[in-house]
């Protein structure tokens, strides 16, 4: 039977993929049923959502000077008091959230993180290319890459094997933040870095120059593939 990390590589890349030996692994493994069961049911909100897009409307009729100003103001105050809320929530509970959030998926799929083989560049491209982005070569060996089901996201997960043992990253496009942020959490160590959209995590355990490998796998993505 193919291994736990096999089934997740490929579901990852095609989570309605089905073959024989898929079919076998997902009756002997409820969690990695599981596992396959949230992202196809992702990958059918995302496909649902692109075939509803509406077209672009009608440009909207002329507004007379005063009505619009008044909306205008009106739509600036609700962005201040927004914006207000966003920073007083973004300094407390987010901050730990994230941590949180990222150690658990880590150790849901410990597995990921074991040493492999380095995949060759169009399994990475298969991965990130929805996301429109690529990896170039300065990331280092990337062992694993699927997508993932984070925070009712679909969001590319990588191991990257640096000099001073794997890290987990994870591209969280949806996760705005302000700063760098650094944290320690369940005996996992992380960088979150704020990217041209959202974030990207890059966790490990005991791993020398963490930061360093953060910034190197950053500067290796191409954020606009
Ligand atoms: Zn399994
Ligand atoms: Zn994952």
């Known amino acids: 039977m193919i291994t736990c990390l096999e089934f997740r590589r490929r579901i990852g890349a095609e989570p309605f993929a089905a073959d024989a030996e898929l079919e076998a692994h997902r009756r002997a493994c409820a969690p990695c049923a ?6 196809r049911a992702m990958d059918d909100v995302i496909r649902r ?7 672009p409307r009608e440009a909207a009729a002329p507004v007379r000077a005063g009505a619009m100003r008044s909306r205008f103001l009106a739509i ?12 007083v ?54 062992s694993f890459a699927a997508h993932c089901v984070f925070e009712g996201r679909v969001v590319p997960h ?32 992380g960088v979150v870095l704020p990217a041209p959209r959202g974030s990207i995590a890059v966790v ?19 954020w606009d593939a």
């Open 158 to 189: 990588l191991v990257v094997q640096a000099p001073g043992g794997p890290v987990t990253v994870l591209v969280l496009a949806h996760r705005t933040i302000a700063r760098p942020m650094r944290f320690d959490e369940q005996g996992y160590s």
């Open 49 to 55: 959502a692109l075939e509803v897009n509406p077209p």
């Open 76 to 87: 600036a105050a609700s962005l201040v008091a927004g914006i207000a809320l966003a920073l």
């Open 34 to 39: 599981r596992h396959q069961d949230e992202l």
């Open 89 to 142: 929530v973004l300094v407390a509970a987010p901050r730990a959230a994230i941590a949180r959030e990222v150690v658990a998926h880590v150790l849901h799929e410990p597995d990921a993180a074991a040493p492999g083989a380095p995949l060759p560049a169009a399994a990475i491209d298969v991965v990130l290319a929805p996301a429109g982005m690529r990896l170039a070569a300065g990331a280092g060996t990337v």
């Open 204 to 222: 490990g355990q005991g791993v020398r120059d963490l930061e360093a490998v953060a910034r190197q796998v950053f500067d290796a993505i191409d």
